[in-house]
């Protein structure tokens, strides 16, 4: 009897949980907004930005005027050139697993895009290092815009004068998670064999020609169409993955930076040197939004699985910060690294933009021109 009322109120208790969860669900649905809802009148110093004030595909993109930002002192206003799209922009059609962060009923954060170049405008009483008439490059949340406002201390450094505006805002968050992902989650040596699975996209581009700058030698898998630019970045060899399985070969790589996540962890081990490292960065590529809670189970277990093996399956976020992107910018003025650009478009084509990046066949960067 004594179990049987333990059962009882154990019952009672879950479903009390769950119905409680169920309200705080409910409730936190019905309350998420965003600026769209709070917006009353014309703006009193008005610029041009991409917004979406619901959640959806590319037709939710809309044109509009916004405020023009106002740097504080320690902060710089950049007139934008250019911006680019990374597969975090197909945020917008509002994953579910995604939604307890970025708002449950609508997103929070209404603007889009990270990567950014342009010219200093003006600077705050505080910034030394930034003047007016400076061409920078970096990262901010709602890039896609006549202007931007980023701290001077952050994600924001001097262009190369070798490369155009264009290319510069090729860069931030794909070279970002290239260099972060094999530097300091690979381990990348001189001498090493590494493969890169997914070489031929925005993150891709950039892993070939960083690992090659670390004095690698690069494998890098793409399709037919892909493998003559592939190899004019720099790869020593390529992969049709249209004709050849490469976790079937019997060459072994010390370090795989996985950016697709279509093999299984076993297949990957098969693959790697005895104290191999598999970086995946591939949870966010394009196409991310098909099948995106089985690729994160099969990554997971994969990261699970490699706890009890002497390789290991290693998951990371890449972080924006000053001297790593200043690194970038050291390697495009040397002549290490040089964004490859698959098309460009006009600040109000940006849905058409977004639309050719969602289908997943894009080289390089999609970039937008702001004029």
Known sequence: ??????????????LVLLIMGFLVGFIAYWRSTNDCDRKTGAPANPMKAIVHCEYGGPEVLTLTDVEKPVPTDNQVLVKVRAASLNPLDLMVRGPWLIRPLSGMRKPKDTRLGVDYSGIVEAVGKNVTQFKPGDEVFGGKNGAVAEYVCVLADRAVTFKPPNMT????????????????GLRDKGKIKAGQKVLVNGASGGVGTFAVQIAKSFGAEVTAVCSTRNLEMVRSIGADHVIDYTKEDFTQTDQRYDLIYDLVGNHSFSERRRILTPNGICVMAGVGGAGWHDGMAGRLVGELNAYVGSWFVSQKFIAYIAEFNKADIAILGDLMRDGKMTPVIDKTYKLNDVPAALRYLETGHARGKVVITVE
């Open 165 to 180: 505006f264009e290319q510069a805002a090729a860069v931030p968050v794909a070279a970002l998670t290239a260099l972060q």
């Open 1 to 14: 009897m004594k179990m049987k009322r333990i059962l009882k109120w154990s019952a009672r208790v879950i």
